[in-house]
């Protein structure tokens, strides 16, 4: 098997963004990601796009021939990834596996999403279909939030979370948020402010839920021989990508404390890059609900299962803990643009095992591993990858 390095990165601004189109807002993030690599849109071989949104937040139904032409790519091959809220992460899987077979040398990999077109209620309408929708949008009426409420009650039954844990989360992702110049988010908040915001899906309120963005984010990726014909001095290379998926209706599932994808997802990872999961310093895991975050240290092993409240309280996942995790606000306030936030995880682990980040929220590093967590739907698609420097 080849071996596969992330080259460059760019991120554009998270937020709002009707400033720009589709196009625009592309060119916002591999603009950065060729001028690191030193590339330019002919020298790539094929390019991969994670993104939901046509069909529904946006009007372009084939963004990738979109980005392709603005960004001067045409002649390359071309593909377009769904796995929801990981089309970012297939994305980029599907790249690393070109190169990894030997088909490509080097690729680009955009996440985009174009989320702030529509109004708020019309996209709770099409989130609300990221589950099983003939049975539960119908009969049972299921939001997003209202999926993950039932995981965050679930939660607080059988280990005793507190709506002040999952406060806890909010409190420390704004925080860094707040550091992030590209975060949609950048103000810290209080734990009162989170528990006196208007309930959303009790127990989730507003601040217990991460935003709707629009972004781009984009990685450029290149195999063993084309790193040193470019000279790159500080490659990072996927050392691993597990994979899983879970049931499309809910009432399947095993338990409600935990994503069974997560679980195996990181186990494949694990193996794949020959770690362990003490070995891991900074990692980006998906909290688009804060009850997310605490079950991701569960699931990839980072706690037992049901102390991920504790990791919390003890400010084991800040900096200066054991295993400092969202540095960069994560999807609580940086934003997520879903099919952009597999990608953004990417640009800013390279960013951090690069130590490029800003000096605040940057986590200290010895054996500079890192890794990325990036559910779709209710962990309907999880992918897991890891870093080296
Ligand atoms: N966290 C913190 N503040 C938020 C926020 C969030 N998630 N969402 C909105 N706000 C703030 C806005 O900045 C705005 O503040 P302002 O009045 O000072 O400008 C205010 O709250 C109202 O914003 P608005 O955009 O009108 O919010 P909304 O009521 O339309 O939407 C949610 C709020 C929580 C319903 C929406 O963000 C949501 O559905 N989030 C979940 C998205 C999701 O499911 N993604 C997929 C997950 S995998």
């Not at 994670?50 to 980005?67: F, K, R």
């Not at 174009?114 to 996209?123: A, F, G, L």
């Not at 409600?256 to 195996?264: A, D, N, T, W």
């Not at 960013?351 to 590093?365: G, M, N, S």
Request: negative net charge; proline residues 3%.
């Amino acid at each position: 098997m080849k071996k596969v390095a992330i080259i460059g990165v760019g991120n554009s601004k998270f937020g709002i963004r009707q400033d720009v189109n589709l196009a625009e807002l592309t060119f916002e993030s591999v603009k950065p990601a060729f001028e690191d690599a030193g590339v330019i849109g002919k020298d790539i071989d094929l390019l991969v796009l994670g993104s939901v949104g046509s069909g529904g937040w946006y009007e372009e139904m084939l963004p990738a021939v979109i980005a392709a032409e603005y960004c001067g790519l045409t002649g390359a091959g071309l593909l377009r990834c769904e796995a929801a809220c990981a089309s970012g992460s297939a994305a980029v899987f599907t790249a690393y596996s070109a190169i990894v077979s030997g088909n490509t040398d080097l690729a680009l990999v955009i996440g985009l999403e174009k989320m702030r077109e529509i109004d708020t209620s019309t996209t709770m309408e099409l989130i609300g279909r990221a589950g099983y929708y003939l049975w539960e949008f119908h009969n049972f009426g299921m939001t997003f939030p209202a999926y993950y409420a039932l995981y965050a009650t679930s939660h607080m039954a059988l280990y005793g979370t507190t709506e002040e844990d999952l406060a806890r989360v909010a409190v420390k992702n704004h925080k860094y948020g707040a550091m992030n110049p590209l975060a949609q988010f950048q103000r810290e908040i209080t734990i009162d402010d989170v528990l006196s915001s208007p309930v959303v899906s009790w127990p989730l309120k507003l601040y217990d839920c991460s935003p709707i963005t629009d972004g781009s984010s984009a990685i450029i990726l290149a195999s063993e021989e084309k790193v040193k014909e470019l000279g790159i001095d500080t490659p990072i290379w996927i050392s691993g990508i597990g994979s899983s998926s879970d049931t499309a209706n809910l009432s399947k599932r095993l338990n409600y404390v935990g994503l069974r994808s997560s679980v195996i997802a990181s186990q494949r990872a694990y193996k794949a890059s020959g770690i362990e999961p003490g070995q891991v310093e900074v990692a980006s895991v998906h909290d688009c609900f804060t009850i997310a975050e605490i079950m991701a240290y569960e699931d990839l092993g980072l706690c037992r299962k049901g102390d991920g409240a504790k990791l919390i309280q003890d400010g084991q996942t800040e900096i200066g803990g054991k295993i400092p995790i969202n540095l960069d606000g994560g999807l609580k306030a940086k934003g997520h643009p879903i099919g952009a936030t597999g990608v953004s995880m990417m640009y800013e682990l390279t960013k951090q095992l690069r130590e490029e980040v800003e000096k605040t929220r940057q986590a200290p590093l010895n054996n500079y591993i890192a890794l990325a967590h990036n559910v779709g739907g209710t962990g309907h698609y999880c992918f897991v990858t890891v870093l080296r420097r």
